[in-house]
């Protein structure tokens, strides 16, 4: 049994994420990921406007009048969600953790893979897979999947996305459309990204804090790498070392963005101080203009 205020947490972002991906994103995933082609539904009478070269030449014999073909999107997808579930994302400055981060955006995809008629699934990991959710269809599954989210307490909080990777290529056998949701600090999953990125629709949902980004000048402060345990001193008054932080954290940027390029991918910054709305609906307009 879940404690009464995890549980209400739980209940209000279920009901947030599911609104938000009602009103926000109507059509624009469905656009965005297309199904797997389309298959014949029915025939019915010929109508001003109609293509005469879906005329069935058959039924239209039979009857005397034009019949036309009518067709529709073969839609059901599956969605995988690959959730960083690491040490790294118990940090936060700016009103929320980056777990919760990722938490949002997971359930928001997942709302909007439902709603579409489309399976969603999820693989939990951290140094390895932690848990797999098989793809389901329906709230109730959402529901479970979003609960796991919070509450699901990681054996390791290490991570190694290449890992994760593996795993998917060998558990999932049909195409997906597959988000990795992590804030991607990690090294040596080049050649699994790549093989992901050929038999998946593979895109890198990069959670991150703006305080990794470009250490504030607060004196000397003690970290703590949640993932290692490490424990250094730090002042954060010396421009040398917020130089060498900021020169460090845009070579592994640098890094992340050449791998994803040369495999195709897709890569979507979030911020704990910004908003999940608008990148994704950036992603969905960019995808819908390259289809």
């Known amino acids: 049994m879940l404690p009464e205020d995890v549980l209400k947490k739980i209940q209000h972002f279920h009901f947030r994420t599911k609104r938000l991906a009602n009103d926000v994103f109507a ?16 025939v019915r009478a010929y109508q001003a406007g109609d293509d005469i070269r879906d ?28 959730l960083d579930l690491s040490g790294s994302h118990l940090f936060g ?11 949002e955006v997971a359930g928001m995809l997942a709302f909007l893979a439902i709603r579409t008629n ?35 307490e990681p054996r390791d909080l290490t991570t190694a996305i290449d890992s994760v990777l593996v795993y998917l290529n060998r558990v999932v056998k049909r195409h997906a459309i597959v988000f990795l949701i992590s804030d991607c600090m990690d090294t040596g999953f080049d050649r699994s990204l790549q093989l ?14 703006p305080a990794e ?29 917020r130089d060498g932080w900021r020169v460090h954290r ?11 390029k040369r495999a195709g991918v897709d890569l979507v910054d979030l911020t704990t101080d910004g908003p999940v709305a608008e990148p994704l609906t950036r992603l969905f307009t960019a995808r819908r203009r390259r289809i």
């Open 27 to 42: 059509g624009q995933y469905v656009s965005a990921f297309k199904g797997r082609g389309m298959e014949f539904s029915e």
């Open 55 to 82: 005329i069935d030449w058959n039924v239209t014999a039979r009857f005397g009048h034009p019949f036309v073909k009518v067709f529709h999107e073969e839609r059901e997808l599956t969605v995988m969600l690959l």
């Open 93 to 103: 400055t700016r009103g929320r953790f980056k777990r919760e981060l990722l938490a």
């Open 118 to 152: 489309d399976k969603v699934g999820a693989i939990l990991f951290s140094a390895g897979v932690e848990k797999y959710i098989p793809p389901k269809k329906g709230a109730g599954h959402v529901w479970r999947l979003i609960k796991e989210i919070f509450t699901y």
């Open 196 to 209: 992901t990125a050929r038999k998946h629709d593979l895109t890198i949902l990069r959670v991150r804090d």
């Open 213 to 241: 980004m470009d250490l504030p000048e607060v004196g000397y402060v003690r970290l703590r790498d949640p993932e290692t345990g490490r424990l250094a001193l730090i002042n954060t008054n010396s421009r040398r070392v």
């Open 250 to 260: 845009q070579e592994m940027d640098d890094a992340l963005s050449g791998l994803l």
